[in-house]
T-cell receptor, first 115, second 111 residues
Framework: GAVVSQHPSWVICKSGTSVKIECRSL??????MFWYRQFPKQSLMLMAT?????????EQGVEKDKFLINHASLTLSTLTVTSAHPEDSSFYIC???????????FGQGTRLTVV | GEDVEQSLFLSVREGDSSVINCTYTDSSSTYLYWYKQEPGAGLQLLTY?????DMKQDQRLTVLLNKKDKHLSLRIADTQTGDSAIYFCAESIEGNTPLVFGKGTRLSVIA
């Protein structure tokens, strides 16, 4: 099946710094990718929809200036957490719809810890 | 709005069957999914079912859908310790739309 690769799988950063997370579709093109966030013992919540060649759309309550999304090619979307704070510590995971239109393929996720 | 509900915990003995239940509110849901998440890992798609189906079986997994009641269940036959994980129910309107997830059911398998 299709593969979505997410990198890094975990990262620890200091408060105030920025962290970039990459999401790649390895063997298919993804004009759309979704970014989710999962806090401990919570479900996955959609943060934003990344669209190739255009601006991302953000869910209510998600700060677009803090969570920068760039989808510059058909196989790569990046999420940059700017000026990270400890409350941004979470599990971030991306997904891309498969070409068949029935499945969503998820990356491995990135566990971000801000200290 | 969209809402997906699951019970939070389930504990079964090894070798028994596990049944994880899920209810959803969006009647326009077309695809219903079950994902497995092991500790510290990403999501693994176990199976999915179209809304026009009643049942789907894949080896030890059986998915039942009652569209009228908006109720979905996942049955795992002969549950093994390796099945211990969090199981997420999710729905989407179309295959290329974002998924709405339940909070996940933590399955504990007792040897």
């Amino acid at each position: 099946g299709a593969v979505v690769s997410q990198h890094p799988s975990w990262v620890i950063c200091k408060s105030g710094t920025s962290v970039k997370i990459e999401c790649r579709s390895l063997d298919f093109q993804a004009t759309t990718m979704f970014w989710y966030r999962q806090f401990p013992k919570q479900s996955l919540m959609l943060m934003a929809t990344s669209n190739e060649g255009s601006k991302a759309t953000y869910e209510q309550g998600v700060e677009k200036d803090k969570f920068l999304i760039n989808h510059a090619s058909l196989t790569l979307s990046t999420l940059t957490v700017t000026s990270a704070h400890p409350e941004d510590s979470s599990f971030y995971i991306c997904s891309a719809p498969g070409q068949s239109g029935t499945e969503a393929f998820f990356g491995q996720g990135t566990r971000l810890t801000v200290v | 709005g969209e809402d997906v509900e699951q019970s939070l915990f389930l504990s079964v003995r090894e070798g028994d069957s596990s049944v994880i239940n899920c209810t959803y509110t969006d009647s326009s849901s077309t695809y219903l999914y079950w994902y497995k998440q092991e500790p510290g890992a990403g999501l693994q798609l176990l199976t999915y079912i179209f809304s026009n189906m009643d049942m789907k079986q894949d080896q030890r997994l059986t998915v039942l859908l009652n569209k009228k009641d908006k109720h979905l269940s996942l049955r795992i036959a002969d549950t093994q310790t390796g099945d211990s994980a969090i199981y997420f129910c999710a729905e989407s309107i179309e295959g290329n739309t974002p998924l709405v997830f339940g909070k996940g059911t933590r399955l504990s398998v007792i040897a």
